[in-house]
């Protein structure tokens, strides 16, 4: 008999939300192209601006400044510009600084030269140095152009919510724009691009439970713009050329407005069965590291240390168990790499870490089976020093 699997991957991507298959069955069957003037036109591009509005609520901002892109990816690879535009004005950044714990897709730098990006350090709690943050900018070349800073708002390995209030304060004592990067944040923490004194953020449909493959790129004001990645017709107010995904910003919205409806209260349920898997692992095998545990965290997310098993064997030996969790990321090729992310903590990131990430389907069975899995890998490994 086939075990019953249990799904505890949010992090990687979340199952879709009926709300949002339903909107995306819809708007399949439209037939106008959303630039279109006729009635089927007017009634594709209604659905656009619809899912504008909702992605805006979620991260309130205006619904004006959200741009659809066609993942979180792109829209790090549009902001993250040499060269951006102020009216018919073109207007040069210097150098791009990023933290240290970026996803690849911040990290990579977009279409900043290598030469041209600087990294940040993170303290050993996982949390961006503010100090070291403050000195590299002072050493800001000012004639390159304007300091560009991207910060992400929480990790997606750790669940680390950074402080971006601060880190905002610091970038604007510079001179400097800030792009967060908010797609492990969104649906899982109140949130306002105002508040956060962010100038961009960039989100993705799927860790929220939208669709793959559609994200945004969410501005708070419109005078300074990236120059365009993808050109050519006017769409997204010619800020992303192409005929839009109408099926995907339709289940993005969709998923939007889900996420934004009892947010908090939905998300302190999610925290307590993520502590009741922490509380069972640590009495399972007290010498379990849990990451960031003592920092301020998303509710879902446990990233830990089992000494003496290797995180790649761990994530087999829970699948097997009908368990599906990551060892660090997912990175595209499904190979299991060194955690950057623990590295940048100064962490010995060689034998990993288990990450495990849950959303509102979770129950408290599920917690418990992987309980059960645990204690039973726990039992099974090798002495430590001699990780499986
Ligand atoms: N940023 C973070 C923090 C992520 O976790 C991910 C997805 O893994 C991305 C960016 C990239 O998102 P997308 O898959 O939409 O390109």
Redo the contacts with the bound molecule.
């Keep these: 008999m086939a075990i019953e699997r249990i799904y505890l991957d949010w992090?990687?991507?979340a199952p879709l939300r009926a709300a949002a298959r339903d909107a995306m069955l819809d708007a399949l069957a439209m037939p106008g192209n959303p630039s279109s003037v006729h009635a089927e036109g007017r009634a594709a591009r209604a659905v656009i601006e619809k899912a504008r509005r909702a992605v805006a609520t979620l991260v309130g901002a205006e619904a004006a400044h959200v741009t659809f892109t066609a993942?979180?990816?792109?829209a790090?690879n549009q902001v993250l510009s040499p060269v951006y535009r102020m009216g018919k004005s073109r207007v040069g950044l210097g150098r791009l600084y990023v933290s240290a714990i970026?996803?690849p897709?911040?990290r990579a730098g977009g279409r900043f030269p290598k030469e041209r990006v600087t990294e940040l350090a993170v303290t050993p709690a996982g949390l961006i140095d503010l100090d070291a943050l403050a000195s590299t900018l002072a050493g800001h070349d000012a004639s390159e152009g304007l300091p560009l800073v991207a910060v992400?708002l929480?990790?997606?390995e750790t669940g680390i919510i950074q402080p971006i209030r601060e880190v905002s304060t610091i970038v604007k004592k510079f001179g400097g724009l800030l792009v967060v990067?908010a797609?492990?944040a969104a649906g899982r923490i109140p949130l306002s691009i105002a508040d956060l004194g962010a100038d961009f953020l960039?989100l993705?449909?799927?860790?929220l439970g939208g669709p793959?493959?559609?994200?945004a790129l969410v501005s708070q004001g419109e005078t300074f713009m990236p120059e365009p990645l993808v050109r050519g017709g006017g769409q997204e107010k010619g800020h992303r050329a192409g005929t839009e995904n109408l099926a995907a910003i339709a289940g993005f919205g969709a998923a939007a407005e889900r996420m934004s409806a009892d947010l908090v209260s939905r998300n302190a349920g999610i925290a307590a069965l993520r502590d009741r898997a922490e509380a069972g692992i640590v009495s399972a095998a007290p010498e379990t590291v849990i990451y960031g545990r003592s920092e301020t965290r998303v509710g879902n997310t446990s990233f830990f240390h089992l000494p003496g098993l290797k995180a790649e064997t761990g994530q087999i030996a829970f699948d097997l168990e009908g368990i599906a969790l990551s060892a660090g990321?997912?990175c595209s090729s499904g190979k299991v790499g060194a955690s950057h992310v623990l590295t940048a903590m100064g962490e010995d990131a060689a034998t990993g870490a288990l990450r495990l990430s849950i959303g509102p389907d979770t129950t408290e069975s599920d917690i418990d089976r992987f309980l059960d899995a645990f204690v039973k890998i726990a039992a099974r490994r090798k002495p430590a020093g001699q990780a499986a």
Aim: hydrophobic letters at 45%.
């Design positions: 992090n990687a991507t993942s979180a990816t792109e790090a970026e996803h897709a911040v992400m929480v990790n997606n990067d797609v492990q960039i993705s449909a799927h860790k793959k493959g559609v994200g990321a997912a």
